[in-house]
């Protein structure tokens, strides 16, 4: 197969899965199923695209196997995960309010938004060719550097997850704002765990020794990741949310640890209002 071929029938791919998450949050009201199609379909075309042969014969490196590992266990984690919050009866605030704003024009404007999606999708699962294809003949410093990121990436987003899970099950945590555990040195570690996933991915790409310039093309992915989670379609509507839901308890959360890069709380926690999370 060529690169041309593969990269189109993934375009299509990607762009037909998100048009699948349209008409299921359209049928069931529930727009978390967007995010569970999405997390799939970039685990399904990343492993597709790094085992493919791509016209190198039949033998598949072990850095193909090792980026398609890696993107297949972060797919079924965090999809896995987003279906469970999801079937509990949850619904994500970001598209709650998308709805709210776009009124009678939601339906054809959500799945214009959703190829969007498709569009990130795609870059992303570039990276990950980038990084699987890179032509060195066994693995390396990179590769081990990549696993060693994605290990502390994948570990560290299912803590927060659990974290935040477990407090919210806790009837005596209604309506008050987290401040537990990785919750203590982010407000959302969460997003920041989830952004080192493609920095591995970048790290597995990139050949410092100028042998493969294509690798540097993986960088897109945590750069593209950091702007869309932190300034975009993550901090921004979540916090806004979190704003009106919460107030002056969220908003002390918000001057006293930060929002994205883990780092010791500004102010001692016993200064403020007792906390706990969402």
């Known amino acids: 197969m060529t690169l041309a071929t593969l990269l189109i029938l993934l375009a299509v ?132 550097a990549g696993l060693i990121i994605f290990v502390l990436a994948v570990v560290g987003e299912a803590a927060a997850d659990r974290q935040l899970s477990r407090f919210g099950a806790r009837p005596e945590n209604r309506g008050e704002v987290c401040d537990v555990g990785l919750w203590h040195f982010s407000r959302h570690p969460n997003y920041f765990f989830e952004w080192l996933v493609w920095v591995a991915i970048a790290a597995i790409a990139v050949d410092f020794g100028g042998a493969y310039p294509w690798g540097w093309l993986a960088l897109a992915g945590p750069l593209l990741m950091y702007w869309l989670l932190v300034h975009i379609s993550g901090i921004p509507p979540l916090e806004a949310h979190m704003l009106r839901s919460r107030g002056e308890r969220f908003r002390i959360y918000q001057q006293r640890v930060n929002a994205f890069w883990p780092g010791p709380p500004r102010h001692p926690s016993h200064d403020a209002p007792a906390e706990k999370m969402r």
């Open 13 to 144: 791919a990607i762009s037909v899965t998100m048009a699948f998450a349209w008409s299921v949050a359209i049928r069931t009201g529930s727009s978390g199923w967007i995010d569970v199609v999405w997390s799939f379909g970039v685990g399904a075309g990343g492993v597709i695209g790094s085992l493919a042969p791509l016209g190198t014969g039949g033998d598949i490196s072990p850095r193909r196997f090792l980026v398609a590992a890696i993107i297949g266990i972060w797919s079924l984690r965090l999809g896995l995960h987003i279906a469970a919050r999801t079937h509990g009866g949850g619904d994500d605030p970001r598209y709650r309010q998308l709805r709210e704003e776009w009124g009678e024009s939601y339906r054809g404007r959500l799945f214009w938004f959703l190829q969007i999606q498709a569009a990130v999708a795609f870059i992303l699962i570039l990276c990950l060719l980038t990084a699987a294809h890179r032509p060195a003949p066994a693995l390396d410093l990179g590769d081990l």
